[in-house]
């Protein structure tokens, strides 16, 4: 008997609190649709960050990058000036390197070279079809993508010097991320010295960047060129970067603070050469195996 | 009242166009980036439901996010202000409520309102854009000072705007 009442006691309990969970939820629901439209959103922005893009971005961009293929097409035509100089200054560099203009001196060491050198990296032609500068966390596409034989993580160069890292690719155009992303960490080094360092980007003006991680006693001196470093098997070695324009310490610190003036003009891209590296597969499953011990 | 919706949904095209075609690339002096398709969330009429908003404002930052290549940085920044739509229009109430059937233009309320109220809106997204942008505290000053240009250049498009379109009173 009295264990009926108190069963029936407990279920009325019940369905009152039910009933209001439902009121709470639907008086609050413009509030819960809020925090979780905004959950959504950052777990795009975190993922985008930290990991590759979903591939449901990959499909957008497929779809943006035609609209922006068109929109370049048309703006192209004011560039033209500009782009027909490099070009030509580009031109003449590589005609001087042209195997016409040398003398074969021992036939000996020809024959030995075809055998010492093999060919590490490879170039894709390609042309900037989205640019910005002037957000911190500044992107480039490419009209070319994983059918034309691009993949992440494939370093850009143009004939100024260096661009940006390849990010994700669709089947037909890509994204880069240029030197000047806030995100964007390249190993760079002192041509003179042999000193390497991190190149980032500090988010205030596009044609400066820092160089850090250069330690306190290497001497370092305004106008020394900066090269890409290697190391990364990102970019060959010796890709001009920048110079030198402004350098200080704090006290208490064992590294520089250099300011490099960027060889690149991000303002004006349009042709760039994304770079193969043929050895970087064998390269990282070495480095990954001794990570892993 | 019927052609309420096909007028939004050309808005809608009309800003999203000039905001990734021509604004995206016109950046003034360095920093400063107007942001002008918040002026969709700004112009929904008086009677569109909060979770209708939100939605819309979702909808309205993914697509400049897949334009702009910034992904999800726009969805949360206008999501925000489409949340704080409702509020800002209850502290700026006129005393005897809004009429039904107007929207939140020149045509129905006057300068000074129209002022406050896209300057507030303007803020809180600007604010929370270029807050998430940067996702991280240091260099505060140059980021309030980005917050402050931009919302400024902002609003004074948004205000041309309605005096442009809106003005026969």
Redesign the interface.
């Known amino acids: 008997m009295e264990l009926e009442f108190i069963e029936s006691e407990y279920k009325s309990l019940i369905s009152f609190d039910m009933r209001n969970l439902l009121k709470f939820l639907i008086h609050y629901?413009?509030a819960f649709?809020?925090v979780a439209?905004?959950v959504?959103?950052?777990t795009?922005?975190i993922q985008?960050?930290f990991y590759q893009?979903a591939s449901f971005?990959n499909n957008?961009t497929e779809?943006?990058g035609n609209?922006y293929r068109i929109?370049s097409s048309v703006v192209e035509y004011f560039n033209v000036r500009n782009e027909n100089d490099k070009l030509a200054l580009e031109n003449t560099a590589l005609r001087k390197l042209l195997k016409s203009n040398y003398i074969i001196n021992d036939k000996n060491i020809q024959q030995a070279n075809d055998l010492i050198y093999k060919q590490k990296y490879d170039y894709i032609n390609a042309k900037v079809i989205?640019n910005?500068v002037?957000?911190?966390?500044n992107?480039i596409?490419l009209n070319k993508g994983r059918n034309q034989g691009i993949k992440p993580d494939m370093g850009v160069i143009n004939s100024q010097g260096i661009v940006g890292i390849v990010k994700d690719v669709s089947y037909n155009f890509s994204?880069v991320i240029p030197t000047i992303n806030?995100n964007a960490h390249i190993s760079a080094k002192i041509k003179k010295t042999d000193y390497f360092g991190t190149l980032s980007w500090?988010?205030?003006?596009y044609r400066y960047a820092l160089l850090n991680e250069i330690p306190f006693h290497v001497k370092v001196s305004k106008g020394d060129t900066v090269v890409t470093s290697g190391y990364s098997s990102i970019f060959p070695e010796g890709i001009i970067t920048g110079v030198v324009k402004d350098f200080n310490f704090n006290q208490g610190n064992n590294f520089y603070n250099i300011y490099i003036q960027l060889s690149t003009d991000f303002m004006n891209l349009n042709h760039v050469n994304v770079v193969s590296n043929l050895y970087k597969d064998e390269q990282k499953i070495l480095e990954n195996s001794v990570t892993h011990d | 009242m019927i052609n309420i919706i096909p007028q939004n949904i050309i808005r809608f095209f009309v800003l999203v166009f000039i905001q990734v075609v021509i604004l995206n690339n016109l950046q003034f002096s360095g920093f400063v980036n107007p942001f002008i398709y918040i002026l969709f969330i700004l112009l929904l009429p008086f009677e569109t439901p909060s979770w209708l908003l939100l939605i819309i404002g979702f909808i309205t930052g993914l697509t400049i996010d897949i334009f702009s290549g910034t992904i999800a940085i726009h969805t949360i920044a206008t999501t925000l202000a489409a949340y704080a739509r409702p509020f800002v229009l209850t502290l700026f109430a006129p005393r005897d409520g809004y009429e039904s059937r107007t929207s939140p233009t020149l045509k129905y309320y006057d300068l000074l309102w129209i002022i406050r109220y896209s300057v507030v809106i303007v803020l809180i997204h600007h604010s929370c854009l270029f807050l998430v942008e940067v996702f991280r505290f240091s260099g505060f000053f140059y980021t309030l000072l980005r917050i402050i240009l931009s919302s400024i250049l902002t609003s004074i498009l948004i205000i041309i705007s309605q005096l442009l379109f809106y003005k026969n009173k």
Do not use: C, P
């Open positions: 629901h413009v649709l809020f439209l905004e959504v959103a950052f795009i922005t985008n960050n893009r971005i957008t779809i943006s609209i929109y989205n910005s002037f957000r911190q966390t992107y596409t994204i806030i500090d988010g205030k003006d």
